[in-house]
């Protein structure tokens, strides 16, 4: 006849190995998730009561920002990102292939000119904040899309990730 005891004991350690295991499981998840919920930036319109700066403001005082465009030239941009230079923060291209550093104002003008006609259905070119998870202001990005990816890296830099280009979205 079969120890009784033995038998529970012998149960309710195979029941507490699993559970344990799950639970283990279940709080690495958890710590994962919340590092990668907090770990975004966001945009938000240039616009509303006591926003005054322009994308024209901008490309005037052009020289007080790092500026990149996202696209394949400058008469095909999908966006330009201007970071304020000497405010401690860093607003930097998610990737360098997709992202082309502006170093004259006739380039700057020129993508700007183009972001500005392109305007249909779902590509509206508005100026946009560039905000860390702590509402600081990082930049400004100047798009058509509100669908953009802005990864945090640390507590004073971020990266704008590759701009959605509205044609592909349209069988293109």
């Not at 230079?85 to 930097?92: A, E, Q, S």
């Not at 998870?133 to 990730?161: A, H």
Request: hydrophobic residues 35%.
């Amino acid at each position: 006849m079969p120890n009784f005891q033995y038998t529970v004991e012998r149960s309710f350690s195979i029941y507490t190995e699993k559970h344990i295991s799950l639970i283990i499981i279940f709080f690495v998840l958890l710590c994962f998730m919340s590092g990668c919920l907090g770990s975004y930036g966001k945009i938000r319109p240039q616009s509303g009561k006591g926003e005054t700066l322009t994308i024209d403001d901008l490309e005037n005082n052009w020289t007080d920002y790092t500026v990149h465009y996202a696209g394949s030239s400058p008469n095909r941009p999908l966006g330009v990102m201007f970071d304020p230079k000497n405010d401690g923060k860093t607003l930097l291209p998610g990737s360098n292939d997709r992202w082309i550093k502006i170093e004259d104002k006739k380039t700057l003008s020129e993508v700007i000119g183009w972001i500005k006609v392109q305007s249909f259905a779902d590509y509206n070119p508005m100026l946009y904040k560039v905000l860390g998870p702590d509402d600081q202001l990082y930049g400004y990005l100047f798009c058509g899309r509100n669908d953009v990816t802005i990864e945090v890296f640390d507590d004073r830099t971020m990266f704008v990730n590759d701009l959605p280009d509205p044609l592909s979205n349209r069988g293109r």
